[in-house]
Every structure is written in structure tokens, then in C-alpha cells.
């Protein structure tokens, strides 16, 4: 008896009758000023110019014209850090890592001190120049020249804790540097060629211990 083949069913897939909607959303954000008044976009307007205006007279956009040609802020800030950035910045450095080490120290210069320093300066001098002058032949402001003051300072408290002088040692520098002491009375005497001697032999320490406080610090520079 003959096999007769069955047929197979195909198996259908029931869709549903009525699709979801798809909603589309924009994405084109509408116009920031779309919803303003047409005064307050004037208001704006206005501002917007007011602030470049006054961002181009401060300098902050623009430094000078020349001939009619701006030279740009951003090029006289690149032009500085290509000439002058690697030396201001290891000028940073070092006084930040001096202050960190006088803090360590809890060495503290007070603005009292300076100003006895700034003194003792002008009296160097013969007391015939004033602060202004110094200033204008340094090319330094009052702050600046106080600021290298108080690093000197700090340098000498730091370095020259552990530096002992002995009375003969003010006594030799007195017979050899008579002409270059300034004071009048004997205790004035003493007091001046021992700080010489003492900023002498803190000049002699400076560089091995500054070399030291530098390879033990962790330094990241990333200006070029």
C-alpha cells in the first residue's frame, strides 16, 4: 500500500491588530532667545557687547593696538611663558618649597622683622637713600621687595639654626671688615659682623641644602 505523504502545517505568527504609536521627539532644541520679549533681547544684546566692550578696555581680551592690529592677551601670555616661564617657574617652586619648609619648621617671619631688615638695608647704604629710591632701581614693588626679604629671612632661620659663631670668628671679621661696619657703639659692632658672618655661612649652605630639599619634594611640572 502506497505511503501518502502528510502535508506539513505552517506554523503563522499572530501580529497584532493595531501597532503602538511612536513618538518622535525633536532634537533640535528651539532657540535659546525664541521665548524673550523682543526688548529683552535688545537687554541681552546690549550686555553681551557691554562685556566684551569692557573685557577689551581692561585688557582681558585685547592688549594693545598697533596700527590698527590687536595683539591678543593670549599671545602676550604665550610669548612670556615661551621667554620667561620655565625661570618664573622654578622661581614658584622654590619659594613654595621654602615656605612648606618653614611651616614644617614653624619658623615664622612677622612684619615687624621685615621692616627692621628694610632698615638695616638703607643703613648699608649710608643712610643717604630712601626705600623709594631702592625700589625704582630694583624695579620692585613694596610688596615684591618685603616678600624677597621675608625669603632671605626664612633661609637664614632655616639654614643658620644649626650654625654656631664663635667670638673669635666676630672678632677676626671685625679687624678685616672695619671699614664696611656701619654701627657705632660696641654691642652695634658685634651684632653686625656676627650677622655677616652668619648670612656668609647660610650663602656657603644654601645650594647642598636646597639641592636636598628638592630631590626629597615630589614635583609635577606640566608648563613647557
Known amino acids: 500500500m502506497p505511503k501518502t505523504k ?3 502545517q505552517s506554523r503563522t505568527i499572530q501580529l497584532p491588530q493595531e501597532l503602538p504609536e511612536m513618538h518622535h521627539e525633536s532634537s533640535i532644541s528651539p532657540c535659546w ?7 529683552t533681547k535688545i537687554a541681552v544684546i546690549l550686555g553681551i557687547v557691554i562685556l566684551f566692550l ?28 615661551s621667554r620667561y616661564g620655565k625661570q618664573t617657574l622654578d622661581n614658584m617652586i622654590t619659594e613654595r618649597l621654602i615656605a612648606d619648609e618653614a611651616k614644617k619648621a614653624k619658623v615664622v617671619i612677622t612684619q615687624a622683622e621685615i621692616d627692621a631688615k ?11 637713600v630712601t626705600l623709594d629710591e631702592v625700589l625704582q632701581y630694583q624695579g620692585m614693588t613694596k610688596a615684591d621687595f618685603d616678600e624677597q626679604i621675608k625669603l632671605q ?14 667670638d673669635e670668628e666676630i672678632a677676626n671679621y671685625r679687624a678685616t671688615n672695619s671699614a664696611t661696619l ?20 647660610v650663602g656657603e649652605k644654601i645650594q647642598p641644602w636646597f639641592t636636598q630639599l628638592r630631590n626629597n619634594a615630589k614635583i609635577f611640572t606640566f608648563a613647557q
Open 6 to 8: 502528510t502535508k506539513k
Open 33 to 39: 532667545c525664541c521665548g524673550m520679549s523682543k526688548t
Open 54 to 81: 569692557v573685557a577689551v578696555n581692561r585688557g582681558w581680551i585685547v592688549s594693545a593696538i598697533v596700527n590698527g592690529k590687536p595683539i591678543f592677551r593670549w599671545t602676550v601670555t604665550s610669548t612670556l611663558m
Open 118 to 128: 628694610e632698615q638695616e638695608i638703607l643703613k648699608s647704604f649710608g643712610g643717604n
Open 153 to 166: 629671612m626664612l633661609l637664614t632661620k632655616l639654614i643658620g639654626k644649626d650654625i654656631i659663631i664663635t
Open 182 to 201: 656701619v654701627a657705632t657703639d660696641e654691642a652695634g659692632l658685634q651684632a653686625e659682623a656676627r650677622e655677616a658672618i652668619l648670612t656668609q655661612q
